[in-house]
């Protein structure tokens, strides 16, 4: 690339248009590079973060089975101490000495009797539940090794285009520092933001079939000479890009071709006497001398 060490304050219009182009040209070269990694880039962030969803899912569901594990680790404790329990009044049952006493320890053992069954019951429930957080468990391990092998997949698939391109863009890249530095700061922010605000990235384009290049919007052809003129940065009035000639972009206009005249058969006319125009008649130009 073609080094310059003139300051961009004191460019020439043309000058500054051809550094733009040039600049728009080498960025949508990078974007085309990027482009060929589609939605790969996309893709992989979205195994990502699927997996880092599932990730937490598994420890949620783990740290679940541990509480269950533990509700019923207490729940047996309780039924060993209930048994304890009960079989200690039914000692104490022999040595009773009256009604009281021993309507006591009966209520006492039915207590104790009740809180088994109902120890129990807990039991059974957080077994089944057990059981379902563990089948969930395996489901969320299973859809994380799938999702593990996909991203593989996909990672790969992303470096090896990465690595392809990676020398091109990188060479483009530089270039895009080398011209960003020849041209003027603020006209290089109003590219800037002209290319944040448009779709395509197109900041510059040339006029094509009389229309911009971005929008396709018809642009009179006063307009048109005033940016061939190149006395003036001129903006597409619809979309705001900036525009240049087709020749100061390096694009060949195909040459217009003149409309073929039709031929009209003459009809015999009648014959009249010539007339003969006077002077001031004979100085005009008729229309096809024109």
Do not use: W
Request: overall charge negative.
């Amino acid at each position: 690339m073609e080094t310059t060490n003139v300051n961009p304050t004191e460019m020439t219009v043309e000058e500054r248009l051809k550094l733009l182009y040039k600049l728009q040209q080498t960025l949508t070269a990078i974007d085309e590079k990027r482009a060929l990694r589609g939605e790969l880039p996309l893709e992989v962030q979205d195994l990502e973060d699927e997996l880092e969803g599932l990730n937490t899912r598994v420890e949620k569901i783990k740290a679940e089975i541990k509480e269950i594990n533990t509700a019923i680790s207490e729940k047996n404790n309780e039924i060993v101490l209930s048994n304890e329990t009960v079989e200690r009044y039914k000692q104490q049952l022999n040595d009773v000495k009256n009604n009281r006493e021993y309507d006591t320890l009966s209520k006492e053992i039915e207590f104790q009797s009740l809180e088994i069954e109902l120890a129990q019951k807990k039991i059974r429930e957080g077994n089944k539940r057990l059981e379902v957080k563990q089948e969930e468990l395996e489901q969320a391990k299973a859809n994380m090794k799938e999702r593990k092998s996909d991203l593989e997949v996909k990672r790969k698939e992303l470096n090896e285009i990465v690595e392809e391109t990676r020398q091109e863009e990188e060479t483009l890249k530089a270039d895009v520092v080398e011209l960003e530095a020849k041209i003027e700061p603020r006209l290089l922010t109003s590219f800037k933001r002209i290319r944040k605000n448009v779709r395509n990235g197109l900041g510059i384009v040339p006029i094509q079939r009389d229309a911009c290049g971005g929008c396709f919007a018809q642009i009179p052809p006063q307009r048109q000479l005033d940016i061939k003129m190149h006395k003036k940065i001129i903006v597409c009035e619809y979309c705001g890009r900036i525009l240049v000639d087709p020749e100061l972009a390096g694009i060949s206009v195909p040459a217009q071709e003149k409309p073929k005249r039709k031929t009209v058969r003459k009809t015999a006319e009648p014959k009249v006497a010539p007339i003969v125009p006077d002077a001031s008649e004979a100085d005009i130009p008729s229309e096809d001398e024109m």
